[in-house]
Nanobody, 122 residues
Framework: QVQLVESGGGLVQSGGSLRLSCAAP????????MAWFRQTPGKEREFVAR????????QYSDSVKGRFTISRDNAKNTAYLQMNSLKPEDTAVYYC???????????????WGRGTQVTVSS
């Protein structure tokens, strides 16, 4: 079992920045692909970004490409999502996920955090 704990969410004005963290207190953290998804009320959870085991391969959704950066520090068992130039439409609950496949498909991730709220005011 992998326990993921997100932090760093909050309220920010449009154009501002936030950095989300996902801590996974487990020695095998480096063996997992890490990803971020987000969900707004009444909508399905959508892919935001994912990063490979060693950080050398990343993928982003079109809606965040160029504004968000996913990274990881395997020594600290932590993944990050740096969010810049935030827009009101980025408002959502952001979830961290871990899996064994390099994919953007939600159902292929095995472990999930409880989420952290990000609210962007206009």
């Amino acid at each position: 079992q992998v326990q993921l704990v997100e932090s760093g969410g909050g309220l920010v004005q449009s154009g501002g920045s936030l950095r989300l963290s996902c801590a996974a207190p487990r020695r095998t953290f480096s063996s997992y692909v890490m990803a971020w998804f987000r969900q707004t009320p009444g909508k399905e959870r959508e892919f935001v970004a994912r990063i490979s085991w060693n950080g050398g391969n990343t993928q982003y959704s079109d809606s965040v490409k160029g504004r968000f950066t996913i990274s990881r520090d395997n020594a600290k068992n932590t993944a990050y999502l740096q969010m810049n130039s935030l827009k009101p439409e980025d408002t959502a609950v952001y979830y961290c996920a871990a899996g064994s496949r390099l994919t953007s498909t939600e159902r292929q991730y095995d472990y999930w955090g409880r989420g952290t709220q990000v609210t962007v005011s206009s």
